[in-house]
């Protein structure tokens, strides 16, 4: 993966990953309202930072 393309997966990365984090938050205001829909928007949410933070992990080595 170039540069390029890197950077543009982290681009995306960091939106999916802000979008799990919004979506969480709203579950959280609405509590207890769809209370069982935690763990699957939780693990979306920690999916998302996941691969955010491997890719640019992936980044930081390549330009190193």
Do not use: F, G, V, Y
Request: hydrophobic fraction near 45%; proline fraction near 2%.
């Amino acid at each position: 993966m170039d540069a390029d393309e890197l950077k543009a997966r982290i681009k995306k990365l960091n939106a999916q990953a802000t979008q799990a984090k919004m979506d969480l938050h709203d579950l959280s205001e609405e509590l207890p309202t769809n209370w069982e829909k935690i763990l699957e928007i939780a693990q979306r949410c920690h999916d998302a930072h996941a691969a955010l933070t491997e890719a640019r992990k992936m980044a930081a080595a390549a330009s190193a």
